[in-house]
């Protein structure tokens, strides 16, 4: 597949997730699945999400834990991405993605050891488009992995080189 078709699709979900300020991130606990609500960072889009939180939260242990995620956006369409979380823990990309509005909800500032980053490695996204949930469209890229993904019937899938 050639680079073209990548971007073309990464900008197709950048386009679908920019104005959602919520997003739900799914991690894996001993008890089974869990979602909760997480601030959407305002970056460009390339197949990594971010998200701030503090080393004393569940989600920090769950993914120490186990890696697997899932991200859900509900705005113009419905978007679910699943991916590889990594926790990242370097000052200055804390610094590039830290806002004021962090500093009032997190009550901290982007130096606090205690703040980290979730980084999560997009490997699979589908979207439903709203006014057309019977067109679903699936795109995969090998970025961590280097597997295929089975889909659906009435998925389309689209691999794309790293």
């Not at 500032?109 to 999560?120: A, E, G, H, T």
Request: charged share 35%; glycine share 4%; hydrophobic share 35%.
């Amino acid at each position: 597949m050639s680079n073209n078709i990548k971007q073309e699709e990464l900008e197709t979900l950048r386009e679908l997730i920019k104005d959602v300020d919520t997003a739900m991130l799914t991690t894996v606990t001993e008890d089974g699945l869990i979602s909760r609500p997480m601030k959407t960072q305002e970056v460009e889009f390339d197949g990594d999400l971010w998200f701030f939180t503090k080393k004393e939260t569940d989600k920090y242990r769950e993914i120490l834990h186990e890696q697997e995620v899932n991200v859900a956006y509900v705005g113009k369409s419905y978007v679910s991405v699943r991916g590889t979380a990594e926790i990242v823990e370097d000052v200055e990309k804390k610094k590039e993605l830290w806002s004021k509005a962090y500093e009032k909800v997190m009550q901290t500032s982007y130096d606090d050891p205690n703040l980290i980053l979730i980084k999560v490695k997009a490997e699979a996204a589908e979207y439903w488009e709203t006014g057309n949930l019977t067109k679903k469209i699936a795109f995969f890229y090998k970025r961590m992995t280097g597997k295929n993904t089975e889909s659906a019937d009435i998925n389309e899938t689209i691999e794309l080189d790293k």
